[in-house]
């Protein structure tokens, strides 16, 4: 209806003749109630903000309420089980009971559609090995040649990176409780080590991003000695330098002055109340052979720790580059995460976390790949993130190159992250995602600890159910042939059929590029070690 047509004001004239007739034979509360709708339909009728109350005042509240509670209503009412937008209910189920310590059985067969293409699963054996301890570990930054390496055994399965600012204080607090309970590591995400990641003293993995918070001098560049002082502590076990994230690889990010609280400021070391930055790139290098250098140069000033790097496949060439730098200099990395472009974040633009970065599986097969073609992937162990949930999800992942998993979102549910999908609020309704006191108060730190802990202990406990099916005793032993995946209605493939695995030393060898997957054929020749930009 039209502001002030014949209708409209036909409508609301007989609107408020029903609230006074009601009000002349209502009780004493009827009248203020009347009064108070005619102050704010007056009110909506004079704003010029929002055109919707406008033309619809008072009603158009109702809107904008069931418009809040949306992600609410589709959660608990519309979701179907096994649509995963971006978690389905069934995979929260399985991490909220796993957590709780109930049944995480499920009757009655599967729901998912076993022709749909894209399906996969494990073969099993007809003679299933012993199942074994389900604490499976990898060693990572073993060095012979070194004697000051402080080699570091961990847990197949961990806390990937999520930042004290991002997560609340009794978040960050529960989760490295689980950790020290479970003993696994706790990915500290780029905010640096809070107070609140030391109390209970779970190993922790430091990340450095470009912003060095925890190791940087005023104007932002990074500080050797402000580096030793959180590196040498024991609880750091491994030193990770991110170089870029899957939500939203290259974009950087500013956290609001006004939500850098005493706290941020000081476990980041910028100013109280003043925006910070974390540029899209770093300072302290800006070539493959200076990023080697300088990873080189954190793992001598952390007394010999594990050290590594983080990122997100974009360009092939970039990645070539740094593998090329490995082998003109010797100098390689302990660990590699890969974090797939299906990871998420507390806010990222909508085109990032649609449109930029590669799907974990494809590049976690181009760096497993390029590894072994360079004859490099014996000395460098390969972490992956991204939408990892079950054992599944974590043997599909170690099948396809991996040597350990990291979760974020899975722990967040751990927490009772109900996916709400409002981090970028600071109006989280489970105190996961806030700063704010009142709202954190609801995460008893306790009670979700234990949940941590249960969530990563009854996981590897499927895991290794999952592998003795397969007639297999620790997950490294998982391969791409252990994996069908089907791609139509009536035909199914080996994984590592369907994906190219190079051999040891293939990249090396120039006559045999003609013959490789496009991939290397075309990029690796442009590579260079001494810029990230191809020849």
């Not at 009536?490 to 695995?501: D, E, F, R």
Request: hydrophobic letters at 40%.
């Amino acid at each position: 209806m039209k502001l002030f047509s014949p209708r409209y004001l036909v409508f609301n004239a007989a609107i408020v003749t029903l609230a006074a007739s009601l009000a002349l034979a209502a009780p004493w509360w009827i009248p203020l109630l009347a009064a108070a709708l005619v102050v704010v339909g007056v009110t909506d009728l004079l704003q010029t903000r929002r055109a919707l109350r406008r033309n619809y005042p008072i009603l158009a509240h109702f809107r904008f309420f069931f418009e809040s509670i949306r992600p609410e209503i589709r959660q608990y009412f519309l979701e179907d089980d096994t649509v995963a937008e971006p978690f389905s209910r069934n995979q929260r189920s399985i991490v909220y009971q796993r957590a709780k310590m109930d049944t995480d059985k499920r009757p009655f067969g599967t729901q998912l559609d076993v022709y749909a293409p894209g399906y996969e699963w494990i073969n099993h054996s007809i003679s299933p090995a012993p199942e074994q301890h389900h604490d499976f570990r990898i060693e990572i930054g073993k060095h012979p040649d070194c004697p000051r390496a402080q080699p570091y055994s961990a847990s197949v399965f961990n806390i990937s990176a999520m930042s004290f600012g991002a997560l609340s204080a009794n978040a960050i607090l529960a989760l490295n409780g689980g950790a020290k309970a479970g003993g696994f590591m706790h990915d500290t995400g780029e905010g640096s080590i809070s107070p609140y990641h030391r109390q209970h003293g779970g190993d922790l993995v430091w990340e450095i991003g470009s912003g060095y918070f925890g190791c940087r001098n005023p104007d932002g560049s990074f500080s050797e000695e402000n580096f030793i002082a959180n590196a040498t502590t024991p609880q750091v076990k491994m030193i990770e330098l991110k170089m870029s994230q899957g939500a939203k690889p290259g974009h950087g990010g500013v956290l609001p002055g006004a939500k850098v609280t005493i706290e941020i400021a000081t476990t980041r070391g910028v100013p109280m109340g003043q925006d910070c930055i974390s540029p899209s790139k770093h300072s302290a290098f800006s070539t493959p052979l200076e990023m080697l250098a300088f990873i080189d140069r954190l793992r001598t000033l952390s007394g010999g720790k594990p050290t590594g790097f983080k990122l997100a496949i974009g360009h092939p060439w970039e990645f070539f580059g740094i593998v090329k730098a490995m082998l003109a200099t010797g100098i390689t990395p302990d660990f590699i995460v890969v974090d797939g472009g299906e990871g998420g974040t507390g806010a990222a633009p909508l085109e990032f976390t649609d449109h930029v970065g590669t799907p974990l599986q494809e590049a976690l097969l181009l760096v497993h790949n390029t590894l072994v073609g360079a004859n490099l992937r014996d000395k460098i162990k390969i972490g992956a993130s991204g939408k990892i949930i079950t054992a599944f999800d974590i043997a599909r992942i170690l099948a396809l190159g991996a040597d350990w998993c990291n979760s974020a979102r899975g722990f967040m549910f751990a927490l009772g992250c109900i996916q709400s999908q409002s981090c970028h609020t600071d109006r989280c309704p489970t105190g996961v995602a806030t700063q704010d006191p009142t709202r954190q108060r609801a995460l008893v730190v306790p009670d979700k600890t234990r949940r941590v802990a249960n969530f990563h202990q009854n996981t590897l406990k499927a895991l290794a159910q999952l592998i003795a099916a397969a007639g297999l005793t620790h997950p490294s032993q998982l391969k791409a042939h252990h994996l069908v995946r089907r791609i139509s209605t009536n035909q199914v493939k080996l994984v590592s059929a369907l994906l190219p695995y190079l051999e040891p030393g293939e990249l090396l060898d120039p006559s045999q590029l003609s013959r490789l997957p496009p991939v290397f054929g075309l990029y690796w020749p442009m590579a260079q070690a001494e810029s990230f930009n191809p020849l």
